[in-house]
């Protein structure tokens, strides 16, 4: 099981950035997969998940109409579309999955999550 998140960077104030996280070794098409972030010495923040079907999304309020979550089942990825990002937006993002969860329950549970994958680093300059 891999999930390999990407597009993170550098960004300044105002700017855009589109995450990336393919997934592979499990039936992607049956899972949620959702995003967190976490900065140093915080704990790991639920930012938006996406139903398995794309029917059913989620955001923290944080992020309501600035982020869009997506996702294409035949390329097997999950993107956040991140907009209008500010500096509080730092953080290092991590895709996640899980088969079962209702997506409020993942959002306050990380713990829970079936997979993670490794972070890409956002960085918002004022």
């Known amino acids: 099981v891999q999930l390999q998140a990407s597009g993170g960077g550098l960004v300044q104030a105002g700017g855009s950035l589109r995450l990336s996280c393919a997934a592979s070794?499990?039936?992607?098409?049956?899972?949620?997969i959702c995003w967190f972030r976490q900065v140093p010495g915080k704990e790991r923040e639920g930012i938006s998940c996406?139903?398995?079907?794309?029917?059913?999304?989620y955001y923290a309020d944080s992020v309501k109409g600035r982020f869009t979550i997506s996702r294409a089942n035949a390329e097997n990825t999950v993107y956040l579309q991140m907009n209008s990002l500010q500096p509080e937006d730092t953080a290092r993002y991590y895709c996640?999955?899980?088969?079962?969860?209702?997506?409020?329950?993942?959002?306050?549970?990380?713990?829970?999550?079936?997979?993670w994958g490794q972070g890409t680093l956002v960085t918002v300059s004022s």
């Open positions: 996406i139903g398995s079907n794309s029917g059913n999304t």
């Open positions: 996640a999955a899980d088969r079962l969860s209702p997506l409020p329950f993942l959002f306050l549970n990380p713990s829970k999550v079936d997979y």
């Open positions: 070794g499990f039936s992607f098409d049956g899972y949620s």
